[in-house]
């Protein structure tokens, strides 16, 4: 829930805090007091915040798994196994919450929040803590409008004539950038973050000339390059390449 | 041949019965905690048309108050009344959230009174563990359908759509 005084510096400190710290993700509810209940809303005036710890696969395994229920598939004997899904966002709190504004400390063990806090984190206003949840939740689901547009953007990145994709989404990004400093340089996700963003774009540049001149070549090599000796000449193969 | 008996003097570390933890009681709940003090009024004015109830906006000549008060609920309520009313549909492979069933436990777990029995004992509400008994909820169920049909709005605005 963004609230409509968002500045473009909180959107950057957002965007540092996440790239500056990958592992924890900072959530923020818009809050306001009606009565002596604290409710979230979009216009609040008070603001309440938290910090999870990044839900990674393994928590997402995890949790999953601690959730999972068997349900009969109709008459047949098939069952599936489906997560609980408010019990999966209770797990969410009691595994990732680290940390929140709210005066209610948070005592963590073996990376859980201990029972006798749970009892307390429990225990605070109900959508103010839904509320929390929900925008930690999305932080961890591809929504429907970005599954499009890596959909459509995909289709163009690998399809036979491709020459890249113009305004490139999130997914796209992450996937050509990550893979191809790491196949060129051996920089994996945590360490990009810290190259010299000068270092970065002339890494960035040489890759794309280097694409350019690749494509260049194989649009200019006509015909094959092996040659066929026949009395005294040569010419082209007319095999066809497969594969 | 000397046997082993548990030492009377040591006493057990639980607190026992009512007892209050340590902690609790050196440590309150904080203003953001809820506890039995936070509740809201649902206020319904309504006024008899024939044989009929129709709700109304303001109070006025004919017209008659009556407050139901809810208390707040908790996350850990909130998750324990959705899983309850959820359910997976099999065909469809996706979960439902049974509104109405959801609007039942809420009421039964929620509401500490109303003014409704103030004329009427057969509306009296009875409490078991702090939930409202089945018996109660068949006296709520007992109001006009629009009157419930208000509460429940009313009721949900807050817990729902936070006001």
Same mark, same amino acid.
């Given at each position: 829930?963004?609230?409509?005084?968002?500045?473009?510096? $909180?959107?950057?400190?957002?965007?540092? +805090?996440?790239?500056?710290?990958?592992?924890?993700?900072?959530?923020?509810?818009?809050?306001?007091?009606?009565?002596?209940?604290?409710?979230?809303?979009?216009?609040? $005036?008070?603001?309440?915040?938290?910090?999870?710890?990044?839900?990674?696969?393994? +928590?997402?395994?995890?949790?999953?798994?601690?959730?999972?229920?068997?349900?009969?598939?109709? $008459?047949?004997?098939?069952?599936?196994?489906?997560?609980?899904?408010?019990?999966?966002?209770?797990?969410?709190?009691?595994?990732?919450?680290?940390?929140?504004?709210?005066?209610?400390?948070?005592?963590?063990?073996?990376?859980?929040?201990?029972?006798?806090?749970?009892?307390?984190?429990?225990?605070?206003?109900?959508?103010?803590?839904?509320?929390?949840? +929900?925008?930690?939740?999305?932080?961890?689901?591809?929504?429907? +409008?970005?599954?499009?547009?890596?959909?459509?953007?995909?289709?163009?990145?690998?399809?036979?004539?491709?020459?890249?994709?113009?305004?490139?989404?999130?997914?796209?990004?992450?996937?050509?950038?990550?893979?191809?400093?790491?196949?060129?340089?051996?920089?994996?996700?945590?360490?990009?973050?810290?190259?010299?963003?000068?270092?970065?774009?002339?890494?960035?540049?040489?890759?794309?000339?280097?694409?350019?001149?690749?494509?260049?070549?194989?649009?200019?090599?006509?015909?094959?390059?092996?040659?066929?000796?026949?009395?005294?000449?040569?010419?082209?193969?007319?095999?066809?390449?497969?594969? | 041949?000397?046997?082993?008996?548990?030492?009377?003097?040591? *006493?057990?570390?639980?607190?026992?019965?009512?007892?209050?933890?340590?902690?609790?009681? !050196?440590?309150?709940?904080?203003?953001?905690?809820?506890?039995?003090?936070?509740?809201?009024?649902?206020?319904?004015?309504? @006024?008899?048309?024939?044989?009929?109830?129709?709700?109304?906006?303001?109070?006025?000549?004919?017209?008659?108050?009556?407050?139901?008060?809810?208390?707040?609920?908790?996350?850990?309520?909130?998750?324990?009344?959705?899983?309850?009313?959820?359910?997976?549909?099999?065909?469809? @492979?996706?979960?439902?959230?049974?509104?109405? !069933?959801?609007?039942?436990?809420?009421?039964? *777990? !929620?509401?500490?009174?109303?003014?409704?029995?103030?004329?009427?004992? @057969?509306?009296?509400?009875? @409490?078991?563990?702090?939930?409202?008994?089945?018996?109660?909820?068949?006296?709520? *169920?007992?109001?006009?359908?629009?009157?419930?049909?208000?509460?429940?709005?009313?009721?949900?605005?807050?817990?729902?759509?936070?006001?």
């Amino acid at each position: 829930m963004k609230s409509l005084n968002t500045t473009a510096e $909180d959107i950057a400190r957002e965007a540092w +805090d996440k790239v500056r710290n990958p592992n924890e993700v900072v959530v923020r509810v818009p809050v306001v007091w009606v009565g002596n209940l604290c409710l979230p809303r979009e216009n609040g $005036d008070g603001e309440v915040s938290a910090v999870f710890s990044t839900f990674t696969f393994g +928590d997402n395994y995890a949790v999953e798994k601690a959730t999972a229920q068997k349900i009969q598939m109709g $008459d047949r004997k098939q069952f599936i196994m489906v997560p609980e899904p408010n019990e999966y966002r209770r797990l969410m709190v009691k595994k990732n919450l680290l940390s929140w504004s709210l005066p209610i400390p948070i005592e963590r063990e073996n990376g859980w929040i201990t029972p006798e806090c749970y009892k307390r984190v429990g225990s605070v206003f109900g959508p103010l803590l839904d509320a929390l949840v +929900d925008e930690f939740y999305y932080t961890t689901i591809i929504t429907d +409008d970005e599954e499009a547009i890596m959909e459509r953007q995909s289709a163009i990145l690998f399809s036979e004539n491709s020459r890249g994709v113009a305004n490139a989404c999130e997914a796209v990004n992450m996937f050509c950038t990550l893979g191809s400093f790491w196949e060129k340089f051996g920089l994996n996700k945590g360490e990009l973050p810290v190259v010299p963003f000068k270092e970065y774009m002339m890494l960035k540049v040489m890759a794309r000339k280097e694409g350019d001149s690749m494509r260049q070549r194989m649009r200019t090599s006509k015909g094959s390059p092996t040659k066929i000796a026949s009395g005294g000449r040569t010419r082209p193969s007319r095999g066809r390449r497969i594969g | 041949m000397p046997t082993i008996q548990p030492r009377e003097s040591v *006493k057990d570390s639980k607190p026992a019965g009512n007892e209050k933890r340590v902690d609790e009681t !050196l440590m309150p709940p904080g203003k953001y905690e809820v506890t039995p003090e936070h509740t809201f009024e649902v206020v319904v004015n309504m @006024r008899a048309e024939g044989n009929r109830w129709v709700i109304t906006q303001q109070s006025g000549k004919g017209v008659e108050t009556h407050k139901v008060t809810f208390r707040m609920w908790t996350y850990d309520e909130i998750v324990n009344l959705r899983k309850a009313a959820t359910t997976f549909d099999a065909v469809r @492979r996706m979960h439902l959230v049974d509104t109405d !069933l959801l609007d039942r436990l809420k009421v039964q *777990k !929620l509401m500490r009174s109303w003014t409704f029995d103030r004329d009427n004992p @057969r509306l009296k509400i009875h @409490r078991v563990n702090e939930t409202l008994t089945d018996e109660s909820w068949e006296s709520f *169920k007992k109001l006009h359908p629009n009157i419930i049909r208000y509460i429940l709005e009313k009721m949900n605005e807050i817990l729902e759509y936070n006001g």
